[in-house]
């Protein structure tokens, strides 16, 4: 199997599944132009990271597309519960809140202090969806005491947030993104990932 990847990009969400999974895989690092060129844009049709390539020779893009399919292919990994459960739904409800929710909010708000421009509306639309994910985390992971594949997304979704420091010393959402980076898993493809770049 194989990530074509960019390091730092949305493909680092992958290459942290591949991790947790601890099978071997190859990594692409691909340049702007490698990007969008005709070979990657058959793996993806927008030029974009991550896509994969499965042992089969399955091609797939959508990062939590591909996080779920090899978290489905991997069961010891223990990465989703059981199809059909009540458990695995709330990790579909989580894994598809992070990108169609959480992503389009936190990603303006880090953008807007990185360039140093006003950011109270950036700021103003994190906060209900911020709170969304602060009132959830009844347990030590989104949902709930096992790690998931929703927690790989939202993590890595809320890390430049954190890092950035955007959210107060000592909330909760900060100390489960800092959970989440602390992982052996997580720390292994930050290497892998810098190694490739
Ligand atoms: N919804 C997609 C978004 C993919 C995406 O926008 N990837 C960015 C990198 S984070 C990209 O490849 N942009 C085009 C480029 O860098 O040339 C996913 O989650 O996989």
């Known amino acids: 199997m194989r990530l074509f990847h960019v390091p730092g990009s949305r493909s680092t969400r992958v290459l942290w599944t591949l991790e947790e999974i601890g099978r071997p895989y190859d990594l692409t690092t691909l340049t702007r132009d490698e990007r969008k060129g005709e070979e990657h844009r058959r793996r993806h049709p927008l030029g974009k990271v991550p896509a994969f390539e499965f042992d089969d020779g399955q091609v797939l893009f959508e990062s939590a597309a591909i996080c779920l399919q090899l978290a489905d292919q991997n069961p010891e990994a223990e990465l989703v519960p059981p199809l059909g459960s009540a458990e695995r739904a709330r990790v579909y409800q989580w894994t598809v809140f992070a990108i169609a929710e959480l992503e389009k909010v936190a990603f303006p708000w880090n953008r807007a202090r990185r ?12 906060a209900p969806v911020g709170e969304a994910v602060r009132a959830a985390l009844t347990g030590p992971w989104i949902a709930g005491d096992d790690f998931t594949v929703a927690d790989i997304l939202i993590v890595s979704i809320l890390r430049n947030t954190v890092e950035l420091g955007l959210l107060e010393p000592g909330d909760p959402v900060s100390a489960y993104v800092e959970r989440g980076l602390a992982r052996p898993a997580q720390l292994r493809a930050d290497a892998a990932s810098t190694k490739s770049a």
């Open 115 to 126: 360039s140093n421009e006003d950011e109270t509306e950036a700021a103003e639309k994190f």
